[in-house]
């Protein structure tokens, strides 16, 4: 009897404690997070009960919604500019505070039947393949970046993404550092005007124009490159080493740019210094608000930053992202510690 | 829309006179008020139709202003589409708009209309009852199914057989020359020829059925053969196909989705059909959810106006081109 009387108080005690928790958060913006953040909402919802309905639009329509404060926060691939902060400042009266979550790694795949080990290319040759200034595969400069390697006497045909993603400001990015001609000829956006090439709808529809196209070559998400097996090149980083994408050399890439990495951590990580380095890499940020209007709102989102700062980038490799170094955890956490609700520091056990 | 084109090919006499005797019968009885709401009330969903499209309209030019305030009509003629100095002019993709989908018509349409004889007038009724259904299941496919199959059957097939071929055989013309990734205008064109053959097959066969038989019987019984028959059906149904083949122009002109997984998305214009290029639907579906400058989204926005006055002069010319057929044919 008295089991049976303790066990229906822990019932009516479990329930409130989830009736309490009953918030809901509301988010929308990038599409190449997707995968990590439902994972992370779906667990998280499992040890709280928040829920966190996400919208993966895009991150142009993650950066406008946030400015119209139609969400609770937002998400983006790429920073923020100086002129959406001045208008989110002006339309919602407080600060965006960019919060990176994990890192993505873009690779460069290529199909040449005829090669069996990974071909080695840096960035200015890379940038003159997509300027295409170099348009055979075995060009002298490409040659001679790989000696061992014999390749084919086969014109490269260029792939790029044709819809406007985080994926393309990353590499455009890094090309602009690297490649003068790039920045002044093309520069770094969402989309670009590509000089040449094919368009691929979204990272599967390069994919599937590399796979299908012999002699092509294009920039894709490492995850789609490793699970549909296709190789990909080895890049020369700052160091003058060649090093192959994989989550060590990602999350290096970033604690090697932690020297340069700004206040408000709007950075790019692209050619990043250290000798394990990859160079094209970035950062995918969460956008919040420094200060929120609705405090249980604002518990429920601080609680889970916290956690996905602590536990959720365990999560990270098994689903193809970089985790955080330790050096922007700590930042991280610096920052979601001055979020305020109201004007006043949120609380959370 | 299949009723209204048929009964245009008949004399219009006929619905004159139907009309000024309601007119008069509507005089002489007394108002009905059930009558007059039902009248009312259909009026009313008739003009909300009217007054969306003009919304539409309105709202596209609201949301495009600063684009058309910065480019004005340079818009039209600007060959460069660059995000990146926010240099955005339309004239590739109307272009390309425009070559996909009469190439598409071109290939579709003598398809169609030998589909649609077959049906109508030859075809045993055993074989006739799944043919049709075939015909309208191929309208069902949702388009991103067309555009997979783009992707890994006609674009390999194009790159390795089909190109080659048509080099070897026409390449002295400039629309077979150049590099062949199989990505390219004529991907496209094909896929949307796919695309608009059921829409204009089985519209053109209802309007064929519709043309009362004893025209045909009698030509019959005068001794003419199948195919001078099959003419009388034809002469009689011409202003019908003719606005079904407006209907497949204005599917394939706003097909989005398997055009972009195939024509390679670059915005040149180029003489040769080999040659990657793009879209006004395409580059919309394309860039619009990672558009963040206001002017990107604007100058989007404009392209979507152009579209849709594109979508409504292409129309508006073919009921014209109804119209004065109707009335050049009435005088013969």
Request: glycine share 8%.
């Amino acid at each position: 009897m008295r089991n049976k009387i303790m066990l229906l108080f822990l019932l009516i005690v479990g329930a409130t404690k989830f009736s309490i928790a009953q918030v809901q958060l509301n988010a929308a913006g990038a599409t190449f997070p997707y995968v990590i953040y439902s994972k992370w909402f779906d667990e998280f919802k499992k040890i709280t009960g928040i829920q966190i309905n996400y919208q993966s639009i895009g991150s142009g329509g993650g950066i406008k919604q946030v400015i119209e404060g139609t969400v609770d926060f937002g998400a983006s691939d790429g920073p923020m500019s100086d002129e959406q902060l001045n208008e989110a400042r002006q339309k919602r009266g407080t600060d965006i505070v960019h919060i990176p979550t994990v890192l993505g790694a873009v690779v460069l795949s290529y199909n040449l039947r005829e090669v069996n080990k990974p071909i080695k290319l840096d960035g200015k040759t890379i940038a003159d393949i997509f300027l295409g200034k170099i348009n055979m595969w075995n060009d002298k400069r490409i040659s001679e970046l790989n000696p061992d390697v014999k390749l084919p006497n086969k014109s490269i045909i260029v792939v790029h993404r044709s819809d406007g993603s985080g994926t393309t400001y990353i590499f455009t990015h890094y090309l602009s550092k690297v490649s003068e001609e790039w920045a002044k000829r093309v520069g770094y956006n969402t989309s670009v005007n590509w000089p040449i090439g094919l368009g691929g709808k979204g990272n599967e529809g390069v994919t599937g124009v590399i796979k299908q196209t012999d002699g092509a070559i294009g920039y894709i998400e490492l995850a789609y490159a490793v699970k549909n097996k296709l190789p990909y090149a080895l890049i020369k980083n700052k160091s003058g080493n060649f090093v192959e994408a994989n989550f060590k050399s990602v999350t290096a890439a970033a604690a090697g740019a932690i020297k340069d990495i700004p206040e408000d951590l709007r950075a790019m990580i692209t050619n990043a210094d250290g000798k394990d380095s990859y160079p094209i890499s970035g950062f995918t940020w969460l956008l919040v608000y420094r200060d929120m209007k609705d405090k249980s709102k604002a518990e429920a989102l601080v609680k889970f930053l916290k956690w996905a700062m602590e536990k959720g980038q365990a999560f990270a490799e098994e689903l193809y992202y970089a985790p955080l170094p330790k050096a922007i955890v700590k930042l991280n956490e610096k920052k979601i510690n001055s979020l305020t609700v109201n004007g006043k520091p949120i609380k959370v056990k | 829309m299949k009723e209204l084109l048929v009964e245009k090919s008949y004399s219009s006499v006929y619905d004159k006179l139907k009309r000024n005797s309601l007119k008069q019968a509507n005089n002489i009885r007394k108002i009905n008020w059930g009558d007059f709401i039902y009248e009312k009330l259909t009026l009313f969903f008739a003009i909300i139709v009217f007054l969306l499209v003009v919304v539409m309209g309105y709202e596209m030019y609201v949301n495009s202003k600063l684009s058309i305030d910065k480019f004005g009509w340079k818009f039209l003629s600007e060959k460069t589409w660059d995000p990146v100095t926010e240099i955005y002019g339309a004239l590739p993709s109307i272009v390309g708009t425009l070559v996909s989908s009469f190439l598409a018509l071109l290939i579709a349409f003598p398809l169609s209309i030998g589909v649609a004889i077959y049906l109508s007038e030859l075809a045993p009724s055993w074989l006739e009852k799944p043919l049709s259904f075939l015909v309208e299941l191929l309208a069902g496919i949702p388009s991103i199914v067309y555009g997979l199959w783009g992707i890994f059957v006609l674009v390999p097939w194009l790159r390795t057989e089909v190109q080659p071929f048509l080099y070897e055989h026409l390449g002295f013309l400039p629309f077979f020359r150049g590099p062949m990734y199989g990505f390219s205008i004529l991907a496209a064109s094909l896929i949307l020829s796919v695309m608009v053959l059921p829409i204009i097959s089985s519209i053109s066969r209802d309007i064929m059925r519709s043309v009362p038989s004893v025209q045909k019987e009698a030509a019959l019984a005068l001794g003419a053969t199948k195919w001078e028959a099959t003419k009388i059906v034809l002469a009689n149904s011409k202003t019908g196909i003719l606005g079904a083949t407006m209907l497949g122009l204005g599917r394939a002109i706003g097909e989005t989705m398997a055009v972009t997984m195939v024509i390679g998305n670059r915005p040149i214009i180029s003489l040769s059909l080999f040659d990657p290029g793009y879209t006004m639907a395409s580059i919309i579906a394309n860039e619009f959810t990672e558009a963040t400058s206001e002017l990107y989204i604007s100058a989007l926005i404009e392209l979507a106006l152009i579209l849709f006055i594109i979508t409504i002069v292409i129309n508006a010319a073919a009921r014209f081109l109804v119209w004065s057929l109707e009335r050049k044919w009435k005088k013969i």
